[in-house]
């Protein structure tokens, strides 16, 4: 059944054409990654389905262009503006994604809360017979909506994206930007729209978490569109992918790599077919040319008959030149030594978060050492350590023989927003002409008035590039990287790989994309494994490494995979808890009644047996035995006051 489809959607702002007649359709469970560089259209796609933007109207006589969506079904994005209490936690964000649920579950309170007031009074049958239908009812309904998980499924989806308890009772306007992220794509998880449209989801997570989603998306089959650079996630997720270049789109079944190698085969194919017609053509407009200079009439009509072949022809076209991509090439300055960096017992933290100790090693001339982990442990402080921008607490950072480092900050703090870009790289390099500015910076599409923007009203794309800009021009034979491909489209991911494939010297980085890594490393450094503090040193690849790990993380993935059950088991145990506090105080009550009504009772029976009962023996004897029996019930009544003093509920 088709979940969602965009017929023939076009978009321009002025003369400015964005999209021009995308179409495609979504079955239930399909996953559609759509990929294109900066500024292709693919924000603005969603913003046509979302209804923020409308489409072009349709040339005469072409029917209107339009989205479809299947009927009933729920569409969430993770771009739309959520609706959080000032005062909220994390976890009350979360929590109220089941509005519904929480409403279900404190009516169900006061309704057994009513039931139990009733058995204890003196109410009529039929009153206690609808309170228990109604909640016995709601019971049902509540059970059968997924009442008793719903707190287990926060609880998971926060873990799983990076928020552990610690988290949770933060406000949310404490988060940082990322933090809100992770927050937003998690409520949105938490409602379970079934249509899915996520911008850059990847963004943000660390490693483990992008794991995560990847399954979470496969095993639920919820059918999703996704914006991505990540060539990994849109391998591991997409079933078909939507690939927007120069304005049109073209859809190809399967994940990334596969439509890769189908566009590289397609335009093979097209290039050939397009040489042999333009060769076909060329022979037959040279045929026609000598038949007319010959000018007899058989010749004549030999020309207008192959002139008339090459008419009706349906001529092939050439492939659409490919967008314009960056250009690296990263110069070396030179041999180092054949060991390039000793780090000996680093340690470094803070006040109320250690980050890592005693760390020793040594880094090899050609290794590509990448550095991963969980977000907010370190890796950044790290690379900054190992670049000499930051100090440790304890022990030392020093480079071998002949090292020349080349730094790339993920931030760009290098770079000054009060200059353009022109006056930017040539104060770095003032002994570079302005024509090898200028090519250095058309390298990285910087062309006309480009170079004379204010660094300032960059993108981050842009500010990424001119950074790189930078890097290549300076010699060095040790890149140091921190999340070089931030900001970069797949086109400048695939240059920057390219160039550092090439480069013959050391690489150290810390970045979240698992296909870079995959396609560089030779060495991981991940933080915290198999404890805290610790970085584990691992000679190999990112897939090789992976496999190692997973046989000392089993336990913990196990712990993981049983968070829901967990917190279903512990909420029921929350309400035996809360049942028996109220038995107990009720039963407190129901003691201290009768206690009083056997005093009172006893002290009746006193006055009788003082009294007028005193000469009747008959009656006597009956009073002392009703009084016997009320003191040994009193004493019971004593003791048993005694005992739930002392043994309060926990």
């Known amino acids: 059944m088709i979940a969602i489809s965009c017929d023939n959607l076009s978009l321009s702002f002025g003369a400015d054409k964005i999209l021009d007649s995308i179409s495609f359709a979504l079955n239930d469970g399909e996953r559609l990654g759509i990929i294109g560089v900066n500024g292709a259209g693919k924000t603005s796609l969603f913003k046509i389905i979302t209804g923020e933007y409308a489409p072009d109207p349709p040339p005469p006589n072409e029917p209107a262009g339009g989205v479809y969506i299947a009927r009933g079904a729920t569409v969430g994005t993770l771009s739309q503006k959520l609706d959080f209490k000032p005062d909220a936690t994390l976890y009350e964000a979360a929590i109220a994604s089941f509005k519904s649920l929480l409403d279900d579950e404190a009516e169900l309170e006061r309704l057994r809360l009513a039931v139990e007031a009733s ?11 609808v309170l228990s239908a109604r909640y016995s009812s709601l019971l049902e309904r509540f059970t059968r909506v997924g009442g008793f998980e719903f707190r287990g ?7 799983n994206l990076g928020f552990d308890e610690r988290f949770w009772d933060i406000p949310v306007t404490a988060l940082s930007g990322g933090q809100k992220t992770r927050l937003a794509l998690a409520c949105l998880l938490l409602r379970e729209p079934d249509i899915l449209l996520l911008d850059e989801p990847t963004n943000h997570l660390d490693t483990d978490a992008m794991y995560w989603l990847e399954e979470y998306l496969k095993t639920k089959r919820i059918t999703a569109l996704v914006i991505s650079h990540d060539r990994y996630f849109l391998d591991s997720v997409a079933t078909k992918i939507l690939e927007i ?7 190809y079944d399967g994940n990334y790599t596969s439509a890769r190698e189908k566009k590289a085969s397609d335009r093979a ?9 333009q060769r076909e053509i060329a022979r037959i407009e040279a045929y026609i040319e000598q038949q007319r200079r010959w000018n007899r009439e058989r010749n004549i009509i030999a020309a207008e008959s192959r002139q008339k072949l090459l008419d009706k022809m349906e001529r092939v076209e050439r492939p659409e030149a490919l967008p314009e991509s960056v250009r690296l090439r990263f110069e070396k300055s030179g041999e180092s030594g054949n060991d390039v960096m000793y780090l000996r017992g680093l340690t470094r933290g803070y006040a109320d ?14 290794e590509r050492v990448f550095i991963t982990g969980p977000n907010g442990c370190g890796k950044s402080t790290l690379i900054k350590l190992l670049a000499h921008k930051e100090t440790p607490d304890t022990g030392e950072v020093d480079y071998g023989y002949n090292v020349e480092v080349g730094y790339y900050d993920q931030e760009n703090q290098q770079l000054d927003d009060s200059k353009t870009v022109l006056d930017e790289l040539w104060d770095t390099y003032p002994d570079l002409t302005h024509t090898e500015l200028r090519s250095a910076l058309a390298l990285f599409l910087f062309k006309g008035d480009d170079i004379e923007k204010r660094i300032s009203n960059l993108s981050g794309g842009e500010r990424a590039r001119l950074t790189l800009t930078k890097l290549i021009l300076s010699k060095m034979n040790l890149l140091i990287l921190d999340e070089p491909t931030n900001h970069l489209d797949i086109n400048s991911r695939e240059a920057l790989e390219g160039a550092l494939e090439k480069f013959d010297g050391t690489i150290i980085a810390v970045s979240h994309d698992r296909y870079f890594i995959k396609k560089l490393a030779t060495r991981v450094l991940d933080f915290g494994v198999p404890e805290p503090l610790n970085i584990y040193d691992y000679h190999g690849g990112w897939e090789d490494y992976r496999a190692y790990k997973a046989g000392y993380l089993k336990p913990a993935e196990s712990e993981r995979e049983e968070v829901m059950t967990r917190s279903k088991e512990e909420f029921l145990s929350y309400k035996q808890k809360q049942s028996e506090q109220r038995k107990y105080e009720r039963r407190v009550r129901l003691n201290a009644e009768e206690t009083v009504s056997v005093e009172n009772r006893l002290t009746e029976l006193e006055g009788e047996i003082n009294g007028d009962a005193s000469t009747d023996h008959i009656k006597l004897a009956e009073l002392y035995d009703e009084h016997k029996t009320l003191e040994s019930r009193l004493m019971e009544l004593y003791e048993e006051a005694e005992s739930l003093s002392a043994n309060p509920p926990e």
Do not use: M
């Open 119 to 129: 058995g204890g009074a003196a109410a009529s049958e039929n009153e206690l017979a």
């Open 353 to 366: 978060k250690p980050l890592f100790r005693d760390v020793t090693l040594t880094i090899k001339k050609r």
């Open 245 to 251: 270049e120069n304005t049109r789109g073209k859809l």
């Open 269 to 277: 194919i097209q290039e050939k077919h397009y040489k042999n017609q």
């Open 153 to 159: 499924r926060v609880r998971g989806i926060l873990v």
